[in-house]
């Protein structure tokens, strides 16, 4: 549905275009449909009154992306009317569409000449994932316009019971260390904590001020005041009685963090065994001593930084093994703690402590994730630190608001999880990209320089893939071990694999053949007769080089490569209309518009302007003397960047919050 929005960012490119045109220029003016991705699959799902969790079981997945391909061009009319009305001009007659078979198969290319060149690979790393929409996000995804917002929840300053104490810790009361997280549900999963090298840490004495007990804490030098207030620095240990205000506290010995690198600590919440290695200090460069207490609770399986530190010290994560034998998080991926059926009965037996654990199992971590639940209803955190705070080992709960993502189109939290996922290793071309960005005419300047400048300096590895159904389809396909693989890049390649795969015993026939498509006829009559979406291409079995079958990788790509490769893809490079981009009469382009959504700032944030950019430059590193990046050094390109419209409660007018018209 076009928005408020759309009509100012039409009418500032179409006063350039216009102009341009009048001066005598040839501009060339074609429409595009981006038809793919999320948005269109959680309409669909409403309208339907299904979950993802249903397609496959209430629905075929052929019967939902059909679902998809129609509702997709519902609004067709109200944005040709807008267009009239606003005197726009534009050719609607001839559009490129994304779920287009032609278009999709220029993207296949563009993938296939990144993974020969290694490009392409698979990872399993922690990334944002959505439980409401079913899938992981990339970081663009992730820092859409108020994405990021500010949220109360309930934190906690744990006491973590320290085993094997330095002398001077065991003088007074019980010895724990401190650490503090803004997410008590990760607590069940801690396998480790984590120390800064260079700060320096303290033992202080004091009490619980919920339970009364004796304590002897190790936390950040930095941090003293932040939980132990001075005035109460004079008073007497043995003076004090539960419930006086001030709770007297000393301190009674100094560390660096590298002195207390290898103490072990009693597991806080003893549900599961992780096995051997966990719950000790373990060293690290990213803490800081801003807030908390200067020692950082690590959950493997549920923060990036988590992860590496503990790898790297050979600190095992905490992990379930379900029913079907896998590895996985205690949380799933609905955002709830696996419940005692989902899991392998002999790990239950020897790894879970039901009768701790069956009390919470099947709780959602969050209650955006219930719809049997609203904000009024007690969250997990406060039901675990209520817990904590009987056991006594909660230092200190308090409400604190904090700047926390949510999934741009679901609305609702996402979590950082473990996922396997295929990335493009956009930072093979980070140097070039920082280079070519010099040579570009920012308005306003600050943009280049600041919010796009620094996403390239902070360059990561984008993540591709999607775990969804309304999608360009990854164009991988592998044998069960994974020692064998396939990248297709056209469906002249596809066709002769299905061949090869037939001739094996495989497939029984070949689908293209049997519909009466024709390799190399490029006509949209031709291209009609097959669907390169889900389910059709997961039928396909191919054949490796050694005779074994191979599946196509399940993911979709991110639907932000469908938008990146535009320049590309809408004159179905390079099967069709190569003349038209290797002369550079097509790309690159002379004038952009977007809005400032559409740039990056620090926090790695990355839409379809940079994308075209990081696609070129990608490209660049498979063809040492590229066509477009020579022009794009030769010949001076603008970049218009738009504010955004906002509404009188300042929210910005755009994407889930835009205006109809």
């Not at 040839?26 to 595009?32: I, T």
């Not at 790393?125 to 994405?147: D, F, K, R, V």
């Not at 609770?297 to 530190?309: C, K, L, R, S």
């Not at 399940?554 to 320049?567: C, E, Q, R």
Request: glycine share 6%.
């Amino acid at each position: 549905m076009p928005g408020i929005h759309h009509v100012m960012a039409r009418s500032i490119k179409d006063i350039f275009c216009r102009y341009k045109t009048m001066k005598g220029f040839q501009v060339k003016r074609k429409a595009g449909w981006d038809t793919h991705g999320l948005p269109v699959e959680l309409g669909v799902e409403k309208t339907l009154g299904i979950t993802k969790e249903d397609i496959g079981k209430k629905i075929s997945v052929a019967e939902y992306n059909a679902a998809c391909r129609k509702d997709v061009m519902k609004f067709t009319k109200e944005w040709e009317d807008l267009t009239h009305k606003m005197g726009y001009w534009v050719d609607m007659t001839d559009p490129y569409i994304t779920y287009d078979n032609r278009y999709i198969e220029t993207l296949w290319w563009l993938l296939k000449q990144m993974h020969q060149k290694d490009l392409l690979y698979k990872g399993y790393t922690i990334q944002p994932y959505s439980p409401a929409a079913g899938t992981g996000l990339s970081s663009h995804e992730l820092n859409q316009p108020g994405c990021y917002r500010d949220v109360k929840d309930t934190t906690v300053v744990a006491q973590f019971k320290i085993k094997d104490p330095k002398p001077e810790l065991t003088a007074w009361g019980t010895p724990y260390f401190m650490a503090w997280t803004t997410t008590p549900w990760t607590l069940p999963s801690n396998t480790a904590l984590c120390v800064g090298p260079k700060i320096d840490y303290i033992a202080v004495q004091s009490y619980n001020a919920y339970t009364g007990a004796p304590i002897t804490v190790v936390l950040a030098k930095a941090l003293l005041h932040a939980h132990f207030n001075p005035k109460a620095a004079e008073l007497n240990l043995e003076d004090y009685k539960q419930g006086d205000k001030l709770i007297p506290y000393k301190v009674i010995a100094e560390y660096k963090g590298a002195d207390l690198v290898g103490l072990g600590y009693e597991q806080l919440i003893p549900w599961v065994n992780p096995g051997e290695g966990a719950f000790r200090v373990i060293s690290g460069d990213f803490v800081t001593t801003e807030d908390g207490t200067g020692i950082v609770h690590i959950a493997p399986t549920f923060g990036a930084d988590d992860a590496q530190v503990a790898k790297a010290a050979g600190v095992p994560p905490l992990q379930l093994i379900n029913k079907k034998g896998e590895l996985r998080p205690m949380v799933d991926l609905t955002g709830k703690f696996y419940t005692l059926d989902e899991l392998d009965e002999t790990f239950v037996k020897e790894r879970v402590n039901v009768e701790f654990y069956r009390e919470y199992a099947g709780r959602f971590v969050k209650n955006d994730y219930d719809p049997t639940l609203t904000d009024k209803d007690e969250t997990l955190d406060v039901s675990l630190c209520m817990m904590m705070k009987a056991n006594n080992q909660a230092f200190k709960i308090e409400k604190h608001v904090h700047n926390y993502p949510h999934c741009w189109r679901t609305d609702k939290p996402v979590l950082y999880y473990p996922l396997d996922s295929w990335f493009i290793r956009s930072t093979a071309c980070k140097e070039r990209m920082i280079e070519l960005n010099k040579t570009i005419n920012w308005k306003p300047e600050s943009t280049g320089t600041g919010r796009f400048g620094k996403w390239l300096e902070n360059l990561n590895d984008w993540n591709l893939s999607r775990s969804r159904y309304w999608g360009t389809p990854l164009p991988i396909w592998r044998t069960e071990d994974n020692s064998e693989e396939i990248c297709i890049e056209s469906v002249e390649e596809l066709y002769n694999e299905i061949e090869k795969s037939v001739a094996a015993g495989l497939m029984e026939s070949n689908p293209y053949k049997k519909n009466g498509f024709k390799p190399g006829v490029y006509s949209p009559e031709n291209y009609d007769k097959i669907d390169l979406h889900r389910p059709y291409v997961d039928d396909i079995i191919l054949v490796s080089k050694e005779g074994q079958p191979m599946k196509r990788e399940a993911d979709l790509i991110d639907v932000w490569f469908d938008s990146g490769a535009m320049p590309y893809a809408q004159i179905h490079y390079p099967f069709e209309n190569k003349e038209l981009l290797d002369s550079g009469e097509v790309y690159p382009a002379d004038f952009i518009a977007e809005g400032v959504d559409q740039t990056r700032d620090g926090s790695l944030r990355c839409t379809p302007l940079p994308l075209w950019y990081s696609i070129a430059c990608l490209i660049k590193q498979l063809y040492p003397m590229d066509w477009c990046l020579i022009r794009m050094e030769i010949k001076c390109r603008n970049v218009w960047v738009m504010e955004w419209i906002r509404s009188k409660q300042s929210r910005n007018m755009v994407r889930t919050h835009c205006v109809g018209i």
